[in-house]
């Protein structure tokens, strides 16, 4: 039996999460299912973070133990050809080592968030971005958002249901950047931490919209992580702009692919 290494980019669109779940579509299901085809038995795979329902990811990361061996060019297409027509793509396969985990492992998780703002409706891009259709500011939602990188007790930006025993996490990078699309602008927000509490980056981004727009001075946002308190955060914005980007390890298992 072998410990594979699994980079899996998908479109959440149609899952109900990465979660695997009874009666709704997941994407751990359907990874799960493809398995299944090649080794017949119930698989278990585990994964860098769980994704909400309709978050993309360009960059996740799972394990699987397997009990033939594979090479991973053969294992990756094999995957990809049973994962048809779900819109799930295995990018690269690594063999590691036993006690190897895809969470547990993990020193860094990337997140981007899209937010596009133009008046005409997005085409190409529906489902892929959060679009608004007034004009934002995006210098002064980098400003804000350097009050949230650091050690800091986020309450403020973490959902009620959230099961992580602190609120405490260390934000190591939060960088907004602007990029000219047909009619408007979008934004992409790329956030660098350890581990993520639940929603946080989605409340984080929907509280620097307001600041975009001119809702808030960018000095709200430091008040409102220093409350300590739901009430305080800004509207959580909606998920179909969120990816879940890349996972770094002390070493990179797809390195040599």
Request: charged share 20%.
């Amino acid at each position: 039996m072998g410990r594979y290494a699994l980079k899996i980019e998908y479109d959440g669109a149609p899952f109900a999460g990465w979660q695997r779940q009874a009666d709704q579509p997941s994407v751990q299901g359907a990874v799960e299912a493809a398995l299944a085809r090649l080794e017949p038995a119930e698989h278990t795979i585990a994964a860098a973070g769980r994704t909400d329902a309709g978050v993309h990811a360009l960059g996740q990361v799972a394990h699987v133990d397997l009990a033939k061996d594979w090479t991973p060019f053969r294992l990756s297409e094999a995957l990809n050809w049973h994962l048809k027509p779900a819109p799930v793509a295995v990018l690269d396969v690594a063999p590691v080592a036993p006690d190897w985990h895809a969470r547990f492992s993990a020193v860094e998780r990337q997140y981007l968030f899209r937010l596009v703002s133009r008046r005409a409706p997005v085409t190409h891009l529906d489902g892929a971005v959060w679009q608004v259709r007034h004009p934002l500011e995006g210098a002064a939602m980098h400003e804000a958002a350097q009050a949230l990188v650091g050690r800091h007790d986020f309450t403020t930006f973490r959902s009620v249901m959230c099961q992580a025993k602190s609120p405490v996490k260390t934000l190591d990078e939060i960088r907004v950047e602007e990029r000219p699309v047909n009619g408007g602008m979008e934004y992409r927000f790329h956030l660098r931490a350890r581990s993520f509490l639940h929603n946080q980056v989605r409340s984080i981004v929907g509280t620097l919209e307001r600041v975009g727009a001119g809702s808030w001075p960018p000095s709200r946002v430091a008040e409102a992580l220093a409350a300590k308190g739901r009430a305080a955060c800004g509207p959580v914005c909606p998920p179909q702009g969120l990816y879940l980007a890349a996972v770094r390890y002390p070493a990179d298992p797809f390195a040599g692919g």
